[in-house]
């Protein structure tokens, strides 16, 4: 399976033919269950659960009766939260009935509330509802998914009967959007200029790919792994790992082309290992955008070293490491700061205020560059 165009996205293989057939095998002895002796009437939600339903049905050896529902929620890649019914079940098919609905997908659960509220009009015996998938971080809504074949992250997916503005239901396995790509650089700054705290944020805010090479040493070291072993007596130390260790740490990460972005955090902590970085990315098809510096004035670096060293358990934040990591910062690490600006991707932001902004002021340097690319 390859990547696929539809209309002007890019979508890539996400759920094959076997975890999709497991799915549906699961639900339907989950509502054969649920029947005992009964007649099901299934309404089947259309368009985009045509597919699944007659997988479903050709699986399912009980007594079923099969209905057909048709509304329309979506707009290009969203909910538009407006559902319309555009095609409608007599009342009488559903009164006093056994229903199951079947849907492809709940998102929101627009749709769902929807269906709910007019088929509970139509009095059925009881009302059940069965989807292949179900984005749990998407769903707004309290109604109970009676059975779920697959939990799903919040993507935007195709095939398998669902459409990208009704193209790709015929792809028999399901393809998620290929994210659009955003901005790879390198949050710098010296130990204790808040890198972590407000990566993490961005990586949140912004959907990014967080590497940060002093949480990945210390990983390794937790791991007992050969590297974190090697690592170690330096890190202890407050000395930098030697470049050959951590260049080859990294190399492993940067593998997932279908990244939107990613925050540098710790790397490069040398001119080496810029030159190496820049020549990794190229080899990717990528480029670091940006070098992006928090500045915070010394006194308050110590000051906010010694606090984490009380509470975090670092090893190396105590007084006399924090002195010689601050002095290898000025003497290996500033350099990196030429390098970039020689490319003309230097960009400094104040690092003291409060964590909300600081963090306003890094969204505000990544945006003016996003604008420029
Ligand atoms: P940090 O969490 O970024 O403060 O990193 C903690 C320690 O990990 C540093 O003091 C170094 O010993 C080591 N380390 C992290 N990143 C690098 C790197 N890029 N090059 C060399 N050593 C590193």
Redesign the pocket.
Known sequence: MKEIRLHDKTFVPYINKDKIAQAIAKLSSQIDDYAQDETIVFVVVLKGSFIFAADLAKSYNKNAIFEFYRLKSYEGTTSTGNVQILVDIDDELIKNKKVVVIEDIVDSGNTLEKIIEELTKKQPADLKIATLFYKPKAYTKDFKIDFVGMEIPNDFIVGYGLDYNELGRNLPEIYRLKEEKMIDFILFGP?GAG??TQAQILKDKLGLTYI????L??HHIKNQTPLGQK?KS??DK??????EI?IDMIKEIISDPNIKGIIF??????VK?AEFLDKLMAEKGLIIDALIALNVPEERLIKRLLQRGQTSGRS?DNEQTIKH?LDLYHQKTEPVKEYYKKQNKYHEVHGVGTIEEVNQRLLDVINSIKLRS
């Open positions: 130990p890198k972590g940060a090479t002093g949480d040493f210390r690592a330096y890190i407050g000395d930098l790992v030697p470049d951590t955090d710790g790397f490069p902590r040398t290992q190396d990591r």
